[in-house]
């Protein structure tokens, strides 16, 4: 008898279990990966003061969520648009003081992920020793290891209350499957299940269980890893989805320069893409033209 549960749910139930204050971390990298549908129903609903950890890169995914006035802190080693400039949401959150930056790189985040994964209170790391980080950030602590004395760094576990991914597939059990890199993707999901957190996945397509039982090594993250799975093609846009299609840069443009251009400017792209669009396909609409998607498909890269 198959006791697994099926775990698909609409766009608009997905997102229940954030609540005001909630820690949320985000999958991807950069502009790969990241579930930006999921990411623009959680601006519709409006949570305030999140925590918002992405791993290990962010860009648009963080911004989107700053800019919107959801969050009250951010921990990630990188936060910006690469070659398209800066990030402009999380810069004048920061500069004004109503956004806290939880200093860190790509290291000390990952051990207090991996922490939480293995169920200890603590991680351990070399890098940043002898740097002004224990001094920037008091959540990092200089130590020196028990063993053999060597000079390292404390950080205490970090457990995600929700965890956000993408996906290339998945079956209706929540196997998820990448048509390329996965990034940090399975540490956030074993961080957050392991601490009782839920695992919430965007895919842009659900296959028959039979096709995942005929590539079971295609599976990067395991069902019982994931709490729902929402159907959303395209639901990386504008970043990419490994394998499927390549971010827009065009778009991500569009996005920076009406955060860069005041109020009036910020408030129509959010009418125009969020606030005033009730579904993912009306934002597709609104976002994408026929012949641009089929652009972006065959510009795809891993």
Not at 66 to 95: I, N
Request: charged share 20%; hydrophobic share 40%; aromatic share 6%.
């Amino acid at each position: 008898m198959n006791s697994r549960k099926d775990k698909r749910v609409a766009l608009t139930e997905a997102l229940d279990s954030v609540t005001d204050g909630s820690v949320v971390a985000i999958g991807g990298s950069m502009f790969h990966n990241k579930p930006m549908a999921l990411i623009r129903e959680l601006v519709r609903r409006q949570p305030r003061d999140l925590i918002v950890i992405a791993v290990p890169q962010a860009s648009i995914d963080v911004d989107l969520l700053v800019s919107a006035g959801c969050v009250a802190e951010v921990r990630v080693p990188y936060l910006g648009f690469d070659h398209l400039g800066l990030a402009p949401g999380v810069r004048a959150a920061s500069k004004s003081g109503r956004l806290k930056i939880w200093d860190c790189d790509e290291t000390q985040l990952l051990a207090a992920l991996e922490a939480a994964a293995k169920d200890l209170p603590s991680g351990l790391v070399k890098a940043g020793v002898g740097t002004d980080l224990t001094r920037t950030n008091s959540d990092l602590v200089a130590i020196n290891d028990p063993i053999t004395n060597e000079p390292m760094i404390a950080v205490g576990a970090i457990a995600p209350d929700v965890t956000l991914l993408h996906a290339s597939q998945s079956d209706t059990y929540g196997n998820l499957r990448y048509s390329g890199y996965s990034f940090g993707d399975s540490l956030l999901a074993e961080s957050t299940k392991r601490q009782g957190g839920t695992v919430i996945a965007s895919v842009e397509d659900i296959v028959p269980d039979l096709v995942v039982q005929s590539s079971p090594f295609s599976t990067v993250i395991a069902h019982f890893l994931v709490d729902a799975v929402v159907e959303l093609p395209f639901g990386a846009h504008p970043c990419s989805s490994h394998g499927d299609y390549a971010q827009d840069e065009a778009a991500l443009t569009a996005y920076i320069n009406a955060m860069r251009n005041g109020d009036e400017a910020s408030e129509e792209y959010f009418s125009d893409f969020i606030g005033g669009v009730d579904t993912h396909g009306e934002y597709l609409d609104a976002a994408l033209t026929p012949s641009r998607m089929v652009a972006l498909l065959r510009e795809t890269r891993v």
